[in-house]
């Protein structure tokens, strides 16, 4: 994958040392959705790393519901179908000259339990919630719709291939 212009922020908040997720490879997979996406513009992902305290605050505020979840993601733009290709270029913040897409919430802890849990790695844990979240703030959903489900799936499986996860 080439260089980017792209500017992915990951920070983690609350979360001890030995629970931590490896930023580098949040980023390299918010750059595999974004390539195979064909994101032709620079834009911005913020990625806050927390603990299910955290997360659970975040989706008790923003969601109402009150209680722990793996991953949140809150796009900055509007689509009208999933996908770079809706994305309105014109939205660029006109100081940075980046596009950007939106907010993701990982909690660490729920990453390395599904990990244990689903018996693979907590890298491909992490890679694979980060795809999914990258997807979502891109606009692809996959509650209502059969083929949404099926599409988000698709892209999934194609950065995890990319990455080196099966």
């Given at each position: ?64 519901i009150d209680e ?97 996860f099966k």
């Amino acid at each position: 994958m080439k260089q980017s212009a792209h500017k992915i922020y990951a920070r983690h908040s609350g979360v001890t040392k030995p629970h931590r997720l490896s930023i580098p490879l949040i980023k390299r997979c918010v750059l595999g959705v974004l390539h195979i996406e064909r994101a032709d513009a620079p834009c911005e992902v913020s990625v806050l790393i927390t603990g299910d305290r955290g997360i659970q605050r975040i989706n008790s505020e923003f969601r109402n519901i009150d209680e722990p979840t793996d991953v949140l993601s809150f796009p900055m733009q509007e689509f009208s179908s999933p996908g770079w290709a809706a994305i309105d270029r014109e939205a660029a913040d006109r100081e940075t000259g980046l596009l950007p897409l939106g907010e993701i919430v990982l909690s660490a802890e729920r990453v390395i339990n599904q990990a244990r849990e689903y018996g693979q790695s907590c890298e491909r844990e992490t890679a694979y919630l980060t795809a999914h979240a990258v997807l979502h703030i891109l606009g692809y959903d996959h509650v209502d719709e059969a083929e949404g489900k099926k599409t988000m799936r698709e892209r999934e499986n194609s950065v995890l291939k990319e990455m080196g996860f099966k």
